[in-house]
T-cell receptor, first 116, second 110 residues
Framework: EPEVTQTPSHQVTQMGQEVILRCVPI?????FYWYRQILGQKVEFLVS????????KSEIFDDQFSVERPDGSNFTLKIRSTKLEDSAMYFC??????????????FGEGSRLTVL | ELKVEQNPLFLSMQEGKNYTIYCNYS?????LYWYRQDPGKSLESLFV?????AVKQEGRLMASLDTKARLSTLHITAAVHDLSATYFC??????????FGTGTSLTVIP
């Protein structure tokens, strides 16, 4: 069964360092998302991406964050200068379409980011 | 911003018992999703509810949606230990942005 894959599964970084989290969405999906979950808390929307551009972003997704789809398969989240409060599990998700469809999101296994 | 509230936040129940988790949301939406999350793991889709009155059942879990009341329920029948997990509801806005509830951590005790 097709699935969303994410790398790395866990990354430890020093505060101020740049981090890139990578995702390979399901191949025929058109919409891509990043969510994050701080330990013990709810899942929060960061950004959605469609047709090679950001379609929506939350207040969390400030200038330190960026997303890119550098080729036909990868979808990346970059954090330019990490802060302690960026420590969280980051989930990538994809969806085939939602207009007229279920809109269901399929989530990857997550990338745990620890900022020291 | 669409707000989603779940209750209870924590639920400890004995095997064989029934219980219901509630999910309330603040603005109109006709798409609601239930996910299960095991510790340290990803979100597994359980149910997709797309219209008022929708009811879905899978094993010991049954989900329903009342869009007029902005309420969804997840009913657990005759709980077993394997159902221990955190359950999230999520409501989608017109842009397919999902707003997640706070989650209900379920522990089923033998």
């Amino acid at each position: 069964e097709p699935e969303v894959t994410q790398t790395p599964s866990h990354q430890v970084t020093q505060m101020g360092q740049e981090v890139i989290l990578r995702c390979v969405p399901i191949s025929n999906h058109l919409y891509f998302y990043w969510y994050r979950q701080i330990l013990g808390q709810k899942v929060e929307f960061l950004v959605s991406f469609y047709n090679n551009e950001i379609s929506e972003k939350s207040e969390i997704f400030d200038d330190q964050f960026s997303v890119e789809r550098p080729d036909g398969s990868n979808f990346t989240l970059k954090i330019r200068s990490t802060k302690l409060e960026d420590s969280a599990m980051y989930f990538c998700a994809s969806s085939p379409y939602w207009t007229g469809g279920t809109g269901e999101l399929f989530f990857g296994e997550g990338s745990r980011l620890t900022v020291l | 911003e669409l707000k989603v509230e779940q209750n209870p936040l924590f639920l400890s129940m004995q095997e064989g018992k029934n219980y219901t988790i509630y999910c309330n949301y603040s603005t109109t939406s006709d798409r609601l999703y239930w996910y299960r999350q095991d510790p340290g793991k990803s979100l597994e889709s359980l149910f997709v509810l797309l219209s008022n009155g929708a009811v879905k059942q899978e094993g010991r879990l049954m989900a329903s949606l009342d869009t007029k009341a902005r309420l969804s329920t997840l009913h657990i029948t005759a709980a077993v230990h394997d159902l221990s997990a955190t359950y999230f509801c999520a409501v989608a806005n017109t842009g397919n942005q999902f707003y997640f509830g706070t989650g209900t951590s379920l522990t089923v005790i033998p």
